[in-house]
């Protein structure tokens, strides 16, 4: 008999739960441009920028996704690029949140990005998939352990022209992040 077709023992464990998040991912002149100003905040020893390769706006994550639901999901990103279209975001806040997020924020959040967040909320849910349930505050995360008093005072806002958004899973104690799949918006602003 092959061992490779061998059926699993009965006490086999389940996959591993993936942690995912539906994200916009900064065009590479964008990202030169968040470094940029990411160095003009005051780190201290304690502060973990995030490298800049890394750089995206969380729209919608969801810690514990089972892997034979991913293909759901990556319907589910494609239907939503598919009816949204792409928007301007102006990152015009730069704060530090308890328990140290250094980010970038907008003031006002364009009416067509919450659109976006809400279809990929509900299809979350109707799927009955675990989504994050806090309040959504888009933000572009800067750094980690930061503190109060580290961010600029004055700054230019920087312009982001949102033209399509990425299905990325998290791989939790490795620090990387994988591009399940990416998407342009239908109706691009």
């Known amino acids: 008999m092959n061992p490779a077709a061998a059926p699993a023992p009965a006490h086999a464990q389940a996959p591993e739960a993936w942690r995912l998040f539906f994200a916009l991912d900064p065009s590479p002149a964008l990202r030169r441009r968040l470094a940029a100003h990411a160095a003009s905040w005051r780190w201290n020893e304690h502060s973990r920028p995030v490298a800049q390769r890394k750089l995206h706006l969380t729209l919608l994550f969801l810690p514990k996704v089972d892997p034979e639901l991913v293909p759901a999901l990556l319907r589910l990103g494609a239907a ?11 990152l015009d806040r730069a704060e530090v949140w308890p328990g140290g997020i250094a980010h970038l924020a907008p003031s006002q959040v364009p009416a067509p990005l919450q659109a976006l967040h809400d279809t990929l ?3 979350a849910r109707e799927a009955r998939m675990s989504c994050d349930t806090r309040p959504w505050h888009p933000h572009l995360t800067l750094a980690r352990r930061a503190e109060p008093g580290q961010a600029p005072q004055h700054f230019e ?3 982001w022209q949102v033209r399509g958004l990425s299905l990325q899973r998290s791989q939790l104690g490795s620090g990387r992040y994988e591009v399940l799949d990416r998407w342009p918006l239908a109706g691009r602003a």
């Open 157 to 159: 806002a920087l312009r």
């Open 121 to 123: 909320l509900r299809g």
């Open 80 to 90: 939503a690029a598919s009816i949204h279209a792409g928007c301007l975001l102006c």
